[in-house]
C-alpha cells in the first residue's frame, strides 16, 4: 500500500517542483532590513488615468498583478524592473499599454515611483525618487496591440 501511494504522489512532487522551478517569486527584504521602496500607480475612478505595475523585480514575478499603489521593499543596489501601464484618456474603453524593462540604483531610506505618460504614439516609462527627479532612463515603447482589452472592465449583462 505504501509503495503504490509513494508511486502516486511522485507526479504530483515533480509538477510541483518543475513549476516552481519556472516561476519564481520575488522575496522583499525585511522591515528591519536596510531598505528601499517602489510603488506604481493605481486606478482612478472608472479607470481612467494611467495605470502603472511592477511585474517583476530582477527577473522574477511581483506576485499580485493589480496592487499597483503597494510599496515594494528592494534591498539597496543595482536592480531590473519589469513594468506595463496602461493609459486610457477616456473611462474604460479606450486604453493604451506597454511594457518595459527598467534600470535603476536603490537607495536605502528612499522611496520611488514608476512612471508613464503618453508622447506620441508612444508611452514613455521612467522611475522617479519621491521629489520627482528620474533616477533611470527614460524608455518609449510603442503600444501593443489589442491595448484595452488587457484590464478591461466586463460589461454588465443587459436586462
Known amino acids: 500500500m ?4 509513494i508511486i502516486l504522489l511522485l507526479p504530483c512532487f ?3 517542483s518543475a513549476c516552481a522551478a519556472r516561476h519564481q517569486t520575488y ?3 525585511s522591515r528591519s532590513a536596510p531598505h528601499a521602496t517602489i510603488h506604481g500607480q493605481g486606478p482612478t ?3 481612467k488615468g494611467t495605470i502603472t505595475q511592477i511585474t517583476k523585480v530582477d527577473g522574477m514575478d511581483r506576485g499580485m498583478i493589480w496592487s499597483a499603489n503597494s510599496n515594494i521593499r528592494l534591498s539597496p543596489g543595482p536592480h531590473s524592473i519589469d513594468a506595463f501601464a496602461v493609459i486610457r484618456q477616456k ?6 499599454s506597454a511594457e518595459a524593462k527598467l534600470k535603476f540604483t536603490a537607495n536605502a ?3 520611488y515611483k514608476l512612471v508613464a505618460k503618453m508622447q506620441g504614439e508612444k508611452i514613455v516609462f521612467w522611475i522617479a525618487d519621491s521629489k520627482g527627479s528620474v533616477v533611470s532612463k527614460k524608455v518609449a515603447i510603442e503600444q501593443l ?4 482589452h488587457l484590464v478591461d472592465v466586463p460589461e454588465l449583462p443587459k436586462r
Open 27 to 29: 522575496h522583499e527584504p
Open 145 to 148: 496591440p489589442e491595448a484595452a
Open 91 to 96: 473611462a474604460l474603453r479606450d486604453g493604451k
Open 109 to 111: 531610506g528612499q522611496n
Open 45 to 47: 475612478l472608472f479607470f
Open 2 to 5: 505504501r509503495f503504490i501511494s
Open 14 to 16: 515533480i509538477i510541483i
